[in-house]
């Protein structure tokens, strides 16, 4: 998933728009190693980092869910935190998204959090994975099995999930990054658990489902701007019926063009993986949704390519109101959605599910990485 965060505004806008220093964080550079469980946490030496939870929900009744959670974090400088060693300083600030898309009945519901590290209000720890923005968290335990748990829920909507590997994790890009750009630490560390069995329950208003589906996991940290040609992005993450799964992004240019840092993964029935570059694959948009709140004109339907796989997908969203308009929180407006998927594989028919993620179209994205 490519970063949401973060141009916060509010209160906290002075401290996280452009001009912020970053030489106190460090960057995403080759020859990262990982350590599970450590790096299912917090990495506060990196200046932005987030856990994004997307997946698709079916109740006994047969009703269908999709839904996200989004954990952010975002390191603020120390030249601008004026209050230390209080406990009430903005060392680090926290925000979360969630939505749940109630395909059956075509309804979208989201919400928004922001707060600060300190006095428990939120925060994330940085030996395994415990994240929280008040009531809403991801945990897992620190030994045993790697399952996670997930919560969050409003006045009207809620989610209690349990989540276990179906397949390993997966390292994207090349060397241990994934990159967003052409410059000196324009990347990420980005890894991904592309398939989790799920269980659990689901609540609107009044009513509550117990449900089992399947979800997607990414976290990302780093530290770097993105290019400054740089609009907007087009993300997807697709699981196969075949047991194959993909992640590919589209970086967009002021002109159209697409930025050479664009790329993917490919993670076969096993869980090994397969890196593609930019000239690996096409991806083109073929309709198009106008946002009836903010006018933003997103792509809907696009008809991806892979030659060298002999992989031919159309996407189709699920529902076409999946926007999220976070001005109490990141201050982005984005598309982020269930989608189906039909195609062909190697002369064969395939379908599937996932999600897509849509920046850039309701105004420039120009914040910070």
């Known amino acids: ?33 990982y350590v599970f469980p450590r790096d299912h946490g917090s990495h506060d030496d990196f200046r932005t980092e987030w856990w994004y939870y997307t997946g698709h929900l079916t109740a006994k009744n047969g009703r269908q869910f999709g839904y996200q959670l989004t954990f952010f974090r975002r390191g603020v400088p120390r030249n601008r935190v004026k209050t230390l ?19 059956s009945d075509e309804q979208f519901h989201y919400d928004e959090r922001i707060s600060r590290a300190g006095l428990g209000k939120a925060g994330a720890e940085p030996g395994g994975l415990q994240v929280w923005v008040d009531q809403w ?28 590997p179906e397949k390993p994790l997966v390292v994207h890009g090349v060397g241990g990054v994934s990159r967003k750009g052409g410059a000196a630490g324009q990347a990420s560390h980005y890894y991904s658990f592309t398939r989790l069995a799920t269980t659990g329950a689901l609540t609107l208003g009044t009513e509550r489902f117990d449900v089992t589906g399947t979800t997607w996991m990414d976290h990302e940290f780093g530290s ?4 400054e040609d740089l609009v907007g992005w087009d993300w997807f993450g697709i699981q196969l019926e075949n047991g194959t799964d993909l992640m590919l992004y589209r970086l967009r240019r002021a002109d159209g063009s697409t930025d050479p840092a664009s790329s993917g993964t490919f993670v076969d029935r096993d869980g090994r993986t ?4 930019v000239n690996d694959f096409s991806m083109e948009p073929s309709t198009f949704w106008t946002s009836p709140k903010t006018n933003a004109r997103y792509p ?14 159309d996407i189709i969203p699920q529902l076409a109101g999946q926007e999220l308009v976070t001005s109490r929180s990141t201050q982005v407006t984005y598309w982020e959605g ?29 914040k910070k990485l």
């Open 137 to 164: 968290s991801a945990e897992s335990p620190m030994t045993g099995p790697l399952t996670q748990q997930l919560r969050a829920s409003n006045d009207s909507i809620g989610l209690e999930l349990t989540l276990s």
């Open 224 to 227: 770097a701007d993105l290019a």
């Open 1 to 33: 998933m490519i970063v949401i965060a973060v141009g916060i505004g509010l209160s906290f806008g002075n401290l996280l728009f452009a001009a912020d220093p970053i030489q106190e964080f460090r960057l995403a550079t080759p020859g990262y190693q």
């Open 274 to 277: 397969q890196h593609l570059t």
């Open 300 to 313: 809907q339907r696009w008809h991806i390519v892979i030659p060298s796989m002999q992989l031919s997908l």
């Open 85 to 103: 060693p209080s406990q009430w300083s903005i060392t680090q600030l926290y925000l979360a998204h969630f939505a749940i898309s109630d395909l």
């Open 338 to 366: 269930a989608i189906e998927v039909n195609g062909v594989a190697q002369g064969k028919t395939i379908k599937g599910q996932g999600y897509m993620e849509l920046t850039g179209y309701a105004e420039r994205f120009d």
